[in-house]
């Protein structure tokens, strides 16, 4: 399972990613200084008419959903012990101990920001507080240590939430690096530590928690399998998330039937109106905008579609280029007259996109058909040349898709509300789709 495991830890990073990116838009849009200075904290930010109470309310609720995914509060908390279940122990140190702390170090980095709508407060305080209890009851029914030192890094980190809902930025600081080092502490002792208790339980040794002691002595029988099945099931949100997950690939599938009729109206509207435009609308303004949505609703529709194929990665390739496309004529079109950065944006695009079909090319067919082919160890050199590719086509830091993604949601968002929308969306999609798709044919089973 470390192939499924992985993606569904990259995706729950990326789809949460939207929250961080839409909140931080909402935030420069309506004219804020910048989130990370100390003049984002002071009471001018919520006497400017623009910060009411709703427009706080959605951006910390946006803050709050980043938060939830990068520190694995529930309904995310099961992508830790799936993350940590590999070999070596520097994966366990770095989620277990570092990662699982982004979610808190960034709500303190916005507690100017969330802090002053009540009701994020106590939805940060209710989900940590939630997630604590579930966790700590999760930890009770793990088998090995790694998933009982995921689960209770998690119970911690939910602490650290409430801490800072109470208004204590600075001792849930302390909270999160001791914990850290507490975790890369245990993680590092596991072994030692099994050993000292197997040898103390072949002598008799009971060992009991607080908690699961109390369970044992206050719940009845049928009490006690009902909150196993609670805890053994990580709370129920893997199941919760996963019907979300497979939704998402009902819409998908639904999104590929209606990619090529949209993709045909685009060419439509555009033969129509360089033919016959002017006869009905003369303004070409107007004309700028209606390709623009036309360009954004494929770019979204292709998006999705990409995510609708399990082993075809030819296919996921395709979509998820005519996405890219589609997205930034969504935004070029806005513009008047010759646009200077799309032209390094589009051949960025062309190199990436070229790359990553020659590299699938030289993979035979019916090993890429096969789901988890394990082309990693096949055809080292071709896998090796899709997954860096794939990272230039998803916009990998310091590539040179990345300054111009970034260039494409700047322009866009100066000109109109919507476009931010089609250009991050389609974004995020693109990348898990991108990213699945290799996994699914380097890993093996």
Known sequence: QPGRNSVTVYAIYRFTDVGLLLSVWLFHKLNAPSVFLENSTNASLTQNSAFAEPVL??????ILLAAMGKSAQFPFSFWMPRAMEGPTPSSAIFYGALSVHAGVFLLIRFFGVWQKSFAVVVLVSLVGAFSAIVANLCVKTQSNVKAKVAYASVAQVGLMFVELALGFPQIAMVHFMGNAALRCYQLLAAPSAMVFKVRHETQGVRFNTSISGF????????????????????????????????????????????????????????????????????????????????????????????????????????????????????????????????????????????????????????????????????????????????LWLSGFPLSPTFFAEDILLREGSQVSLYAVFFVSVPFVLNTVALMRSYVKLAFAR
């Open 215 to 390: 369970l044992l002595q206050n719940l009845s029988e049928k009490m006690r399998r009902r909150v196993f099945a609670f805890a053994f099931s990580d709370g129920f949100g893997e199941a919760l998330i996963q019907s979300l997950w497979n939704g998402m690939k009902a819409i998908a599938r639904l999104c590929d039937k209606l990619l090529w009729p949209a993709v045909g109206g685009v060419l439509v509207s555009m033969l129509f109106q360089s033919s016959f435009g002017a006869l009905f609308v003369k303004d070409p303004a107007i004309w700028r905008q209606i390709f623009s949505w036309t360009f954004g609703v494929a770019a979204f529709l292709s998006a999705f579609a990409a995510l609708a194929f399990n082993a075809n990665p030819i296919q996921v390739l395709w979509r998820a280029g005519l996405s890219i496309l589609f997205k930034a004529l969504s935004v070029v079109t806005l513009f008047e007259g010759e646009v200077q950065w799309a032209n390094y944006y589009f051949a960025f695009f062309a190199v990436g996109f070229a790359l990553a079909y020659k590299a699938l090319e030289a993979i035979p067919q019916e090993t890429r058909l096969r789901e988890y082919a394990g082309t990693a160890e096949t055809h080292g050199v071709a896998t090796q040349i899709f997954f860096l590719s794939i």
């Open 57 to 62: 309310f959605l951006i910390g609720v946006l």
